[in-house]
């Protein structure tokens, strides 16, 4: 017993608080401040010290994915917590399932003391025959809860009350949060874009003008005003439109001045993803806010968009290219995107998805490359391996497990030296956050300096574990070579029987294949293409001589040579 019992002491205790919105019905019983009063004032009591706060405030049981509990989950996984108190089973969750797997398996497994304090839980004193029911009862309160506010919601979707937020070139009317008005910055461009639509310009074409003219996206519109607005800007670039913003734009019909309800639903209480809702299950009320664009207008911009045709899926031969997500741009190296070319619907190629000419990117060079061409560089690449394989099998494979050991060794090597830096350091970090707390305890260091060092100590901690976790799982599949490379073998022996390329076929083989910008002009026109093998990375063939290149017409007149070495460094 002495053992655990100084586990315990050396390990933090969790003080576990979570309120979510619908708590809010309980009174102050349930605030965040109460519950930290009643854990810390019962640890105390208890001879519990190390204490820290897990905080998940405004988030729902019924949903585990909170920040402070994967926090607290993650400081379990590191070893550093020994007890785990919340105020009672709902605060920790009330999915009976998700909660009954916590207290009755995951803490006992890693060791961890659970305590709910007003059910009168604690695991050193034995298994509670009264929590499964406590936590039955706790799912059907957030259920009955569900019931509520789904009723609520309904009540006021068919009230006419806008239940999403409003779309962009609206906001919400300061003297009513409930109704909608112009932001008139916003609504001048929602205003350009249906203009350029009936004046007939596709999506693509109007995204690339609001680009050139540095107009905000939306999201990086709201940010920039300091609204309020769910999701994160993934877009890097805050004036790059995309084509399917300005579609969701274009069929927007709050813009006529309607409000439309229940476009979305989700299937479940416990599931919030939102689904899309059939039309007929829409409520729509016509002109509650001022619109923006005349409803004439949008019946006529709807009317182009339903007769504007569909491109047809970018298929070769009636099939999707068997390179597709192998090709990327060797300078940017962001995939290549296949084509059809418009005029002769028999020539197909590829370019960067990046560039600047097709896609208003920042690659320079489109890095164009006919379909037919990289078949054929491939193909004969694969050939020279082949017959390599055939002619004397001992050389390939040697060659094969010289490359791959010396490789695989310099970066287990590289890989071992940075674990136990990164082993290192995580308990440098420990030590350094045990000492932070205590300096903290006896008045050393200020409680605002504590939260700063202490935020800054855990986000560390939480990169070094991802990274040791990352580090050891790679060092442990690093014995899987002598199996790859028999595969590697074994793919290019089927290639040998085969009269053609096939999508599994080349995935056994090649990892991705670097396409480089074309140089040179007339007769001197040339292009790199490297392949990465599955394995092995790019193979250098021993004897390689100058006119073992390949040249193929890209064009009526011209041709191109294809190198298939690396650029020399």
Not at 75 to 94: N, Q, W
Not at 154 to 171: D, F, H, I, T
Not at 380 to 406: G, Y
């Amino acid at each position: 017993m002495q053992p655990k019992k100084k586990k315990e002491q050396a390990g933090i205790t969790a003080l576990y608080c979570r309120l979510s919105r619908d708590d809010g019905m309980d009174g102050d019983s349930n605030s965040v401040a109460n519950q930290k009063k009643l854990l810390t004032q019962k640890a105390k009591e208890m001879g519990l010290s190390n204490t820290r706060y897990y905080v998940d405030d405004g988030y729902t049981g019924t949903n585990f994915n909170r920040p402070g509990f994967q926090q607290l989950l993650s400081d379990i996984e590191m070893g550093y917590v020994s007890a785990v108190m919340v105020k009672d089973l709902s605060r920790l969750g009330r999915d009976y399932v998700s909660v009954g797997n916590y207290t009755d398996t995951y803490f006992p497994d890693h060791g961890i003391r659970f305590i709910a304090v007003n059910d009168g839980i604690d695991s050193e004193e034995g298994e509670s025959e009264i929590a499964p029911f406590k936590n039955v009862l706790n799912e059907l309160y957030a259920r009955d809860i569900s019931k509520k506010v789904r009723s609520s919601h309904r009540l006021r979707g068919n009230a006419g009350e806008p239940l999403s937020q409003p779309p962009y070139g609206y906001r919400k009317d300061p003297q009513d949060k409930k109704k909608w008005i112009i932001d008139p910055e916003a609504a001048e461009v929602v205003k350009s874009i249906f203009r350029m639509c009936l004046d007939g310009k596709g999506n693509e074409t109007i995204a690339g003008i609001l680009q050139e003219q540095k107009v905000m996206v939306p999201m990086a519109y709201w940010q920039s005003k300091g609204l309020p607005r769910g999701g994160k800007n993934t877009q890097p670039n805050p004036y790059k439109w995309c084509k399917t913003t300005i579609q969701k734009i274009l069929s927007q019909q709050e813009y006529c001045g309607d409000i439309i309800n229940f476009k979305t639903y989700s299937k479940s209480f416990k599931n919030k993803r939102r689904l899309e809702n059939d039309p007929e299950n829409w409520v729509v009320f016509k002109d509650v806010h001022e619109p923006i664009i005349a409803r004439a207008d949008f019946e006529k911009v709807q009317a182009l968009v339903a007769k504007t045709k569909r491109r047809a899926p970018k298929k070769e031969n009636g099939k999707k290219s068997v390179f597709f997500d192998l090709l990327y741009c060797g300078d940017c190296h962001k995939k290549m995107h296949y084509h059809t070319n418009t005029k002769n619907r028999d020539i197909h190629y590829f370019s960067c998805s990046n560039n600047a000419v097709d896609y208003r990117g920042d690659c320079p060079g489109r890095h164009y490359i006919r379909a037919d061409a990289i078949e054929q560089v491939v193909t004969l690449e694969l050939r020279r391996m082949a017959e390599m394989l055939r002619n004397d099998e001992a050389a390939f494979v040697e060659m094969l497990a010289q490359k791959t050991d010396q490789e695989l060794q310099k970066e287990r090597k590289r890989d071992e030296e940075e674990l136990q830096k990164s082993i290192v350091r995580n308990d440098t970090v420990s030590k350094l956050y045990e000492k932070l707390y205590e300096d903290n305890a006896t008045g050393k260091v200020s409680d605002e300096w504590f939260m700063q060092l202490s935020h800054k100590y855990e986000v560390e901690r939480m990169e070094l574990k991802n990274k040791i976790s990352a580090l050891r799982r790679k060092l442990a599949e690093s014995g899987q070579h002598q199996r790859e490379r028999d595969s590697f073998i074994k793919a290019i022996r089927q290639f040998m029987r085969m009269d053609r390329l096939t999508s599994p076929l080349l995935r056994e083989l090649i990892d991705h294949i670097d396409v480089f910008e074309t140089e040179g002009t007339g007769k001197n026109r040339t292009q790199r293409v490297v392949i990465y093998y599955r394995f092995v990375g790019y193979i250098e063939w021993p004897g390689r001589a100058g006119g073992q290149n390949y040249k193929a017409d890209t064009r009526k007149g011209v041709a191109v040579e294809y190198l298939t070495d690396p650029i020399p460094a």
